[in-house]
Every structure is written in structure tokens, then in C-alpha cells.
């Protein structure tokens, strides 16, 4: 009799321990779908011919070829341009370890004409440089496309040669499917929303933020990684942003 009670309790209790892993699978399964960030590329991107990218010669660095492959900005590498519903958006670029100590940003209108420009410190170890655009910069236009771009600042120069990247940006309305569901406080839930809808900057700031709010959450760094990753900037997708 107690040996065919040993066997009932074993058989229970595999079949608890069975259940439980399958559910804990399920749960995971469930938590990584939640923490999905697709990004839905949105139609048109920067003006033919006047996007992309350009690096200058005069690069401060002990590692000038490679330097020159990963200085980049943060967006989209097909198009090169990305949305934004923030009348002043958060940018990014990565800077690989470089002797510069300044960088000059500037964002001009379609037509060339300067719409704001500052400069920026730097760190020399390299990283994901955040530039937030201040209240003094005038707002973006709705519907305007703006090109904006970094240029390090060789042995605290800016030169004709200097190391410069660029990028395109474009103020949209905040589409009606979104209304009432953005609010102040960062979230996931934030972030799948503006990249359903194709907002690029604003889907990254987000996710920055959260990043920035929990330096620890390691499926955050997953999340922000597989998001660089698929959109073509898989060579810097482990950089952290410098907030």
C-alpha cells in the first residue's frame, strides 16, 4: 500500500512539475510578444539626392577606418529619414572613441536655410550621444522635412574636412488612432505604438527613456538592440545612449 501511495504522489507531482514549466514557457512566450517593438517604416524619406550620410577626412581618431564605418546617425539606414510628432524631437548619433571634445550640431530646412544650431560635449570613450533640441530652438513645422547633422570638431576646430553625418527628420500630426493613448510617463506600450505608426525619433526616445529609468532591465537592452538591428544599424545595436 505505501508503495502505491509513493507512486500516486510521484505521479502528482510530475504532473504539477510538467504543468508548471509548460505554463512559465507560455508566460515567456506571452512576456516577449508584449515587449515586441516592430517598426512599420512609414512611405517617402529624405529628398533624393540630398540625403545620406558624409563623413570628412580629417578623422580624430587612432582608428580612422574604423571610425569612419560606424560614425553614424540613428535612423533608418534604407531611407535615412524618420518621423516625429515632437514639435522639438530627441536625436541620436553614434560617435566612435574619438580626441574631439565638441561636436557642432546644426538643423536646416529643406531649402538649406539654418533653422537652429549649437554645439555639443563629447565623451572620448564614444557612445550614443542624445541631442536634445532646447526650448530657444523654434518648433518644426508640420509637414516640413528638415535635414540635421553632426561635424566633430578635430583639435577643437570645425573644418571644411571635419567628420560630419546627417540625417533627415519630418514633423507629422499626431495620428488620430494615437489620441488619448500617449501620455507623459514612458512605456512599452508607447513605444509599439509610435513604431505601428511609423514615428522613428519619438519610438526611440521612448525607449531611451525607459532605458535611462531602468539601467538594469536587461529585456529593455534586448528590446533596444533588436530595434537597431532591424532597421540596419545592427553594427552599433549593443551601444548604450549617453543620457
Not at 505521479?11 to 512559465?24: A, M, N
Not at 515632437?86 to 531649402?111: C, D, G, M, V, W
Amino acid at each position: 500500500m505505501k508503495t502505491s501511495k509513493a507512486v500516486k504522489r510521484n505521479h502528482i507531482f510530475s504532473i504539477v512539475l510538467i504543468t508548471s514549466t509548460f505554463l512559465l514557457g507560455v508566460d515567456r512566450l506571452l512576456d516577449r510578444a508584449a515587449w515586441a517593438v516592430p517598426f512599420n517604416p512609414p512611405s517617402g524619406g529624405a529628398p533624393k539626392g540630398r540625403g545620406g550620410a558624409s563623413r570628412g577626412d580629417a578623422v580624430c581618431s587612432p582608428d580612422p577606418e574604423t571610425f569612419i564605418q560606424r560614425f553614424t546617425a540613428l535612423a533608418p539606414s534604407d531611407s535615412n529619414y524618420g518621423l516625429t510628432v515632437s514639435q522639438r524631437p530627441t536625436l541620436f548619433a553614434y560617435i566612435p572613441p574619438t580626441s574631439a571634445q565638441k561636436a557642432f550640431f546644426t538643423i536646416k530646412e529643406e531649402n538649406g536655410r539654418v533653422h537652429h544650431q549649437m554645439m555639443l560635449s563629447i565623451a572620448s570613450k564614444g557612445g550614443i550621444l542624445r541631442i536634445n533640441l532646447p526650448q530657444s530652438a523654434p518648433p518644426l513645422k508640420l509637414g516640413q522635412r528638415y535635414q540635421w547633422g553632426i561635424a566633430l570638431l578635430c583639435k577643437g576646430k570645425l573644418r571644411p574636412d571635419s567628420p560630419f553625418v546627417s540625417s533627415w527628420v519630418q514633423r507629422v500630426e499626431l495620428p488620430t488612432s494615437l489620441t488619448g493613448k500617449i501620455s507623459p510617463s514612458a512605456s512599452m506600450e508607447q513605444v509599439a505604438l509610435y513604431g505601428a505608426n511609423g514615428i522613428w525619433y519619438d519610438m526611440l526616445a521612448t525607449l531611451a527613456e525607459l532605458k535611462q529609468q531602468q539601467p538594469n532591465n536587461s529585456g529593455l537592452q534586448s528590446r533596444w538592440s533588436e530595434l537597431l538591428s532591424s532597421v540596419g544599424l545592427g553594427a552599433i545595436a549593443q551601444e548604450t545612449p549617453d543620457l
